[in-house]
């Protein structure tokens, strides 16, 4: 079974800088799809940047130009860069990985405020 933990979360004022982590239990060469998802309170979750199997990259249009996603396949863990936060940002966000199962992270809180 797959295990996924989300990390680096935190309070962080407007136009500042964070990098969440997502360690994987296993190799994650083998899923199709892995990404970041996010959940404001009283919003639905959604889709924040994700790559491929093949490497293509996709990245919501609120978030183009300052966040970036990668990974660090030795390491088994995925990374979301995220610049120049704005308020709009604060969520709870959610490491994903899919093959025939979606699996997801804990969770871990981004708050952008001064």
């Known amino acids: 079974q797959l295990r996924l933990v989300d990390s680096g979360g935190g309070l962080v004022q407007p136009g500042g800088s964070l990098r969440l982590s997502c360690a994987a239990s296993r190799s994650i060469f083998s899923f199709d799809v892995m990404g970041w998802y996010r959940q404001a309170p009283g919003k639905q979750r959604e889709l924040v940047a994700s790559?491929?199997?093949?490497?293509?990259?996709n990245y919501v249009s609120s978030v183009k130009g300052r966040f970036t996603i990668s990974r660090d396949n030795a390491k088994n863990t995925v990374y979301l860069q995220m610049n120049i936060l704005k308020s709009e940002d604060t969520a709870v966000y959610y490491c994903?990985?899919?093959?025939?199962?979606?699996?997801w992270g804990q969770g871990t809180q981004v708050t952008v405020s001064s």
């Open positions: 994903n990985a899919r093959d025939s199962t979606w699996y």
């Open positions: 790559f491929t199997s093949t490497g293509s990259t």
